[in-house]
């Protein structure tokens, strides 16, 4: 059973920057997509970004495309989350998450990790 563990989150203030990494433990299939989706406290989870780790090719929510940048490295089974230009509304646990292929519903996503707190002051 692969486990994800996300880090790099923490406290900035608006404009700054972060990267987000999520860890895999075990195998992942090259069909499948790492997704990053967050929580704001009293809010519905939200995509933010997704990427399928055979081809790269990626994902993103409209409110984040242009500031936030998915990656991944194989090598090290490790899927990042580049933040840039963070404002207030960015504030959330962010979660890493796995499936076979893209769901409007995080419950089409069965692996979790336990989320990272981003929190942005104006």
């Known amino acids: 059973q692969v486990q994800l563990v996300e880090s790099g989150g923490g406290l900035v203030q608006a404009g700054e920057s972060l990267r987000l990494s999520c860890v895999a433990s075990g195998r992942i299939f090259s069909s499948g997509v790492l997704v990053w989706i967050r929580q704001a406290q009293g809010k519905e989870r939200e995509f933010v970004a997704g990427?399928?780790?055979?081809?790269?090719?990626?994902l993103y929510a409209d409110s984040v495309k242009g500031r936030f940048t998915i990656s991944r490295d194989k090598a090290k089974n490790t899927v990042y989350l580049q933040m840039n230009n963070l404002k207030p509304e960015d504030t959330a646990l962010y979660y890493c998450a796995a499936g076979s292929s893209y769901g409007a519903n995080p419950r089409d996503y069965p692996l979790w990790g336990r989320g990272t707190q981003v929190t942005v002051s104006s």
């Open positions: 990427i399928r780790w055979g081809a790269g090719t990626t």
